[in-house]
């Protein structure tokens, strides 16, 4: 089992930034990729952002690209996603997950334990 949670949602203006962590514990942290979602009201979980174990390999949704940036502190047991010139349309509620394949991965499906997110929200 490997349990995840997430902080730094908050409430920000438009074109603001915000850094979410997602703490994680129990089975060894490197053993896992990890990937962040976002799921806004009515809308389905939508991946944002996926890195490998070792942290070398990342890959961003078109919505994330040149905005966000995925990383991970193996040491610390955590992964990042720092969220610059945030949009309207970024509101949602984040989560990380934890995968045992070793890829960058868009599809929840390959995700085995899943955080209880972290909101965020930005006004205009």
């Known amino acids: 089992q490997v349990q995840l949670v997430e902080s730094g949602g908050g409430l920000v203006q438009a074109g603001g930034s915000l850094r979410l962590s997602c703490a994680a514990s129990g089975r060894t942290f490197s053993d896992y990729a990890m990937g962040w979602f976002r799921q806004a009201p009515g809308k389905d979980r939508e991946f944002v952002a996926a890195?490998?174990?070792?942290?070398?390999?990342?890959f961003h949704a078109d919505s994330a690209k040149g905005r966000f940036t995925m990383s991970r502190d193996n040491a610390k047991n955590t992964v990042y996603l720092q969220m610059n010139m945030l949009k309207v349309e970024d509101t949602a509620v984040y989560y990380c997950a934890a995968s045992r394949y070793d890829s960058v991965l868009d599809s929840r499906s390959k995700y085995d334990y899943w955080g209880q997110g972290t909101q965020v929200t930005v006004s205009s």
């Open positions: 890195i490998n174990r070792s942290g070398s390999i990342t």
